[in-house]
């Protein structure tokens, strides 16, 4: 869909996935990489593959000078940088608007470019603090906690792809670009759906709340979330509305059949069942027998019984079972692709089917422009 | 006339759907000007407005809560019996007025609703729509129902939060769906480009899971590559000693991290620990892990006498990466969020002043904003019907006496 936009993606790992979003639509992505950077690691060639490698040194007058050149024929330039470094200078707008008044210059900074804290460091750890995430994940009177895999980059980059592409919306109007400053810290506020209307409409502050979900219930009573199960864990909540009590009811009917003791699910209406008024009581006893039987029985087994009786659950899934996962090979989710080595490497496809085809993966992970001079010609 | 101040202004989208998947999309595309008509019924109206507190004083209503009103402010609301002709019949007429639906249903609900991508496309060719589901239109569990907050789970997030071997930890709310909304609207924008091109729509389906899964590509890779399992870990990070969350006076903490030998030394230094900056045992990450109890310990007796916000500005000062473990209610007073408007403040008729959340970017000459409150329920009938789809007078009151408003 964005056939023939030019992307110059200048990013470190903050910005990476923007360019891997609109490569995967179709843009034609070059990504900037300093001389001897590292570009063999899982994380660099996963969201760096379907960009082009040309290899530039922007600490040098050849490689500015290089990069304007490349600036000046390109659509839109995406750029890590914090507010005060010499790469703030070099992705200045307003420099590079002369050189392209129609280019979009996307600068992805940990905290915005403007601020009292425009400037300060900032890895993912500090990010999922900074946007309150930490303090909703991990045991109530435990650490707060990041997640393990870097999530706070991805939610930059993703924000940064819909910012290049809203200011495209504009420039078809207006025939010129603009800056777009992406702050990772509002990126990731994003993620922490709607906790802080609690504070602003109930003045209470949700917290982190171990395995378990709580708001849901007038008495304060919280739902476990995760069990136990022979080979992992399983996530089941009891629910209210329509699909939850239909859950509640066909878990009730598969516990039957295997002849699993109920104990309170015996005499539960699960139709008129309201999680929003159950007490802690009342919900530890209904748990109680659902947590014996879920130790029963595989994540396979739940996923295969959750999906045919239409219960609302899933298992928690390692890579290794989303990697053999026959869903997303029906949908072609998976794309090969020519990595280092000539090695063939299975990556994760475009986001979409689009038009009822997933866009394909055109450029593999190997470096292959090795130096400027080669890039010139291409 | 100079140029419009919203990037998007002109652009039609209308919404089938509810919770946050489908609706999140519109809301980020309303804040930069395009016109959003989120569709409900009366008889079901979206699920955030009654199954998810916090409500106004406490009490649940259609128009009370503040869920709903998160994610659907600066849209138009207008309610349709979906099960009645006529209001069907207005509901495709909404679609081809549109340049862009949206729907985040159960696949085959909209093509049951007469609303198919197919069957508009006949009278709108360049319509662009976007069907949002668990698993994607297809594929043998396409038809699973479901809700993010557990689809995290199945996308791998959930298992990768946690201490070492402890159980998996929630993630807040539908963690995945706000991955495959800002997926979504990313691609719906790519979308809406090739039409002004090409002349041509779109038909766009997303998996979320799909969607949630990108977050993970790295480890993903990784696992197809070397055959490693990654595993939660706490808040240790392979390439930073230390790298943590530490406890502070009053109650905060603070999220700190040293990526090198020189910034571990002026860490030593800010803290009080000068001894460290010329131990070589320490100067290498090897060495910091291997004395991670000795390092933490006096972190941990710096930080707990300062509170979190005067304690990450020293470090910040001395060069390392520091912020304070924001909760909720620190959102509200974060200097740097207050400074860039982060929180932009409108009034809705029941809620009263409610803040919503404005763009996690800033376009220099095509600003976004929260344009207004979330809608009440069916407050925009007349607007859209009439003044949208040119609907008289007497055909509002002939269709609103058929029930088609639900």
């Given at each position: 869909?964005?056939?023939?936009?030019?992307?110059?993606?200048?990013?470190d790992?903050?910005g990476?996935?923007?360019?891997?979003?609109?490569?995967?639509l179709?843009?034609?992505?070059?990504?900037?990489e300093?001389p001897h950077?590292?570009?063999?690691?899982?994380?660099?060639r996963?969201l760096?593959?379907?960009?082009?490698?040309?290899?530039?040194d922007?600490s040098?007058?050849?490689?500015?000078?290089e990069?304007?050149?490349?600036?000046?024929?390109?659509?839109?330039?995406?750029?890590?940088?914090?507010p005060g470094t010499p790469e703030?200078?070099l992705?200045?707008h307003?420099?590079?608007?002369?050189?392209?008044?129609?280019?979009?210059?996307?600068?992805?900074?940990?905290?915005g470019?403007?601020?009292?804290?425009?400037?300060?460091?900032?890895?993912?750890?500090?990010?999922?603090?900074?946007?309150?995430a930490?303090?909703?994940?991990?045991?109530?009177?435990?650490?707060?906690?990041?997640?393990?895999?870097?999530?706070?980059?991805?939610?930059?980059?993703?924000?940064?792809?819909?910012?290049?592409?809203t200011?495209l919306?504009?420039?078809?109007r207006?025939?010129?670009?603009?800056?777009?400053?992406?702050?990772?810290?509002?990126?990731?506020?994003v993620?922490?759906?709607?906790?802080?209307t609690f504070v602003?409409?109930?003045?209470?502050t949700?917290?982190?709340s171990?395995?378990?979900?709580?708001?849901?219930?007038?008495h304060?009573?919280r739902?476990?979330?995760?069990?136990?199960?022979?080979?992992?864990?399983?996530?089941f909540?009891?629910?209210?509305?329509?699909?939850?009590?239909?859950?509640?009811?066909q878990?009730?009917?598969?516990m039957r059949?295997?002849?699993?003791?109920?104990?309170?699910?015996?005499?539960?209406?699960?139709?008129?069942?309201?999680?929003?008024?159950?007490?802690?009581?009342?919900?530890?006893?209904?748990?109680s027998?659902?947590?014996?039987?879920f130790?029963t029985?595989?994540?396979?087994?739940?996923?295969?019984?959750?999906?045919?009786?239409?219960?609302?659950?899933y298992?928690?899934?390692?890579?290794?079972?989303?990697?053999?996962d026959?869903?997303?090979?029906?949908?072609g989710?998976?794309q090969?692709?020519?990595?280092?080595?000539?090695?063939?490497?299975?990556?994760?496809?475009?986001?979409?089917?689009?038009?009822g085809?997933?866009?394909?993966?055109?450029?593999?992970?190997?470096?292959?422009?090795?130096?400027?001079?080669?890039?010139?010609?291409? | 006339?100079?140029?419009?101040?919203?990037?998007?202004?002109?652009?039609?989208?209308?919404?089938f759907?509810?919770?946050a998947a489908?609706?999140?999309?519109?809301?980020m595309?309303?804040?930069?000007?395009?016109?959003v008509v989120h569709?409900?019924?009366?008889?079901?109206?979206d699920?955030?407005?009654?199954?998810?507190p916090?409500?106004k004083?406490g009490?649940?209503?259609?128009?009370?809560?503040?869920?709903?009103?998160?994610?659907?402010?600066?849209?138009?609301?207008?309610?349709?019996?979906l099960?009645?002709?006529?209001?069907?019949?207005?509901?495709?007429?909404?679609?081809?007025?549109?340049?862009v639906?949206?729907?985040?249903?159960?696949?085959?609900?909209?093509?049951?609703?007469?609303?198919?991508?197919d069957?508009?496309k006949?009278?709108?060719?360049?319509l662009?729509?976007?069907?949002?589901?668990?698993?994607?239109?297809t594929?043998?569990?396409a038809?699973t129902?479901?809700?993010g907050?557990?689809?995290?789970?199945l996308?791998?997030?959930?298992?990768?939060?946690?201490?070492r071997g402890?159980?998996?930890?929630?993630?807040?709310?539908?963690?995945?769906?706000f991955?495959?909304?800002?997926?979504?609207?990313?691609?719906?924008?790519?979308?809406?480009?090739?039409?002004?091109?090409?002349?041509?729509?779109?038909?766009?389906?997303?998996?979320?899971?799909?969607?949630?899964?990108m977050?993970?590509?790295?480890?993903?890779?990784?696992?197809?590559?070397?055959?490693?399992?990654?595993?939660?870990?706490?808040?240790d990070d392979?390439?930073?000693?230390?790298?943590?969350?530490?406890?502070?006076?009053?109650?905060?903490?603070?999220?700190?991290?040293?990526?090198?030998?020189?910034?571990?030394?002026?860490?030593?230094?800010?803290?009080?620990?000068?001894?460290?900056?010329?131990?070589a045992?320490?100067?290498?990450?090897?060495?910091?892990?291997n004395?991670?109890?000795?390092?933490?310990a006096?972190i941990?007796?710096?930080?707990?006498?300062?509170?979190?916000?005067s304690?990450a500005?020293?470090?910040q000062?001395?060069?390392?990466?520091a912020?304070?473990?924001?909760?909720?209610?620190?959102?509200?007073?974060?200097?740097?969020?207050?400074?860039r408007g982060?929180?932009?403040?409108?009034?809705?008729?029941?809620?009263?002043?409610?803040?919503?959340?404005?763009?996690?970017f800033?376009?220099?000459?095509?600003?976004?904003?929260?344009?207004?409150?979330?809608?009440?329920?069916?407050?925009d009938?007349?607007?859209?019907?009439?003044?949208c789809l040119g609907?008289?007078?007497?055909?509002?009151?002939?269709?609103?006496?058929?029930?088609?408003?639900?």
């Amino acid at each position: 869909m964005l056939k023939g936009l030019q992307v110059l993606d200048c990013t470190d790992r903050l910005g990476w996935l923007a360019g891997r979003l609109l490569a995967d639509l179709g843009a034609e992505v070059a990504k900037i990489e300093a001389p001897h950077a590292e570009v063999h690691s899982p994380e660099w060639r996963a969201l760096n593959v379907n960009k082009q490698l040309v290899r530039l040194d922007l600490s040098r007058h050849s490689g500015q000078f290089e990069l304007d050149r490349l600036a000046a024929g390109a659509d839109i330039l995406l750029a890590t940088f914090r507010p005060g470094t010499p790469e703030a200078a070099l992705f200045d707008h307003g420099r590079l608007s002369a050189l392209n008044a129609r280019l979009i210059v996307v600068a992805i900074s940990p905290f915005g470019l403007s601020g009292p804290k425009a400037s300060w460091l900032a890895s993912d750890l500090e990010l999922m603090a900074a946007s309150g995430a930490m303090s909703l994940a991990g045991e109530p009177e435990g650490t707060p906690l990041r997640i393990s895999a870097p999530q706070s980059y991805s939610w930059a980059g993703a924000q940064a792809a819909l910012g290049a592409l809203t200011a495209l919306a504009a420039r078809a109007r207006t025939g010129r670009g603009q800056r777009v400053d992406v702050s990772a810290q509002a990126a990731t506020i994003v993620a922490l759906a709607h906790a802080p209307t609690f504070v602003d409409i109930a003045g209470t502050t949700p917290l982190r709340s171990g395995a378990f979900v709580t708001g849901r219930s007038m008495h304060g009573a919280r739902y476990r979330v995760f069990w136990p199960c022979r080979d992992g864990f399983v996530n089941f909540i009891l629910y209210g509305g329509v699909a939850g009590t239909r859950s509640l009811a066909q878990l009730v009917s598969w516990m039957r059949e295997c002849g699993a003791p109920l104990g309170a699910l015996t005499q539960l209406d699960s139709s008129s069942w309201d999680p929003t008024l159950a007490t802690q009581a009342e919900v530890d006893a209904l748990e109680s027998p659902i947590a014996a039987f879920f130790s029963t029985v595989t994540k396979r087994e739940f996923l295969e019984q959750a999906h045919r009786r239409e219960m609302l659950g899933y298992p928690v899934n390692t890579v290794a079972d989303i990697a053999a996962d026959p869903q997303l090979a029906a949908r072609g989710f998976w794309q090969d692709v020519t990595g280092a080595d000539d090695r063939i490497e299975r990556h994760c496809g475009c986001f979409a089917i689009i038009d009822g085809e997933r866009p394909p993966l055109v450029v593999g992970s190997a470096p292959r422009a090795a130096s400027p001079e080669e890039t010139q010609s291409t | 006339m100079s140029a419009s101040p919203n990037a998007l202004a002109g652009v039609r989208i209308v919404e089938f759907g509810g919770y946050a998947a489908g609706p999140h999309i519109g809301k980020m595309l309303a804040n930069f000007g395009a016109t959003v008509v989120h569709v409900e019924s009366r008889a079901r109206p979206d699920g955030f407005r009654m199954q998810y507190p916090p409500y106004k004083d406490g009490h649940p209503g259609v128009n009370s809560g503040g869920c709903f009103a998160y994610f659907n402010d600066s849209k138009l609301g207008v309610t349709l019996d979906l099960k009645n002709p006529q209001g069907r019949a207005l509901a495709r007429r909404l679609s081809l007025w549109s340049e862009v639906v949206i729907e985040n249903m159960r696949p085959g609900v909209i093509e049951r609703l007469g609303l198919a991508f197919d069957a508009l496309k006949a009278d709108n060719p360049a319509l662009i729509m976007l069907s949002s589901c668990n698993m994607g239109q297809t594929g043998p569990r396409a038809d699973t129902p479901g809700f993010g907050s557990q689809l995290t789970a199945l996308a791998g997030i959930c298992g990768l939060t946690g201490e070492r071997g402890g159980l998996p930890t929630v993630l807040y709310g539908p963690y995945i769906d706000f991955i495959a909304s800002t997926l979504g609207a990313v691609a719906v924008l790519a979308a809406l480009e090739r039409r002004r091109r090409t002349g041509t729509g779109a038909r766009i389906d997303i998996s979320q899971y799909e969607a949630g899964l990108m977050f993970l590509a790295g480890p993903l890779l990784e696992y197809e590559l070397s055959g490693r399992i990654a595993e939660c870990s706490g808040n240790d990070d392979p390439h930073a000693m230390p790298h943590g969350a530490y406890r502070c006076a009053a109650g905060g903490w603070i999220a700190l991290s040293c990526w090198s030998s020189e910034e571990f030394a002026a860490l030593a230094a800010a803290i009080g620990q000068p001894q460290w900056q010329s131990d070589a045992c320490y100067a290498a990450l090897s060495g910091r892990s291997n004395a991670a109890g000795v390092i933490d310990a006096a972190i941990c007796a710096w930080t707990s006498e300062r509170e979190a916000s005067s304690a990450a500005a020293i470090l910040q000062r001395a060069g390392v990466h520091a912020y304070p473990v924001n909760t909720m209610a620190d959102l509200f007073i974060d200097p740097q969020l207050v400074a860039r408007g982060q929180w932009q403040r409108r009034h809705h008729a029941v809620i009263g002043d409610q803040a919503y959340c404005a763009p996690a970017f800033q376009l220099s000459d095509t600003p976004g904003e929260v344009t207004a409150a979330a809608p009440l329920l069916g407050a925009d009938n007349d607007k859209v019907f009439r003044d949208c789809l040119g609907l008289s007078e007497s055909d509002c009151a002939a269709l609103r006496e058929a029930g088609a408003f639900g």
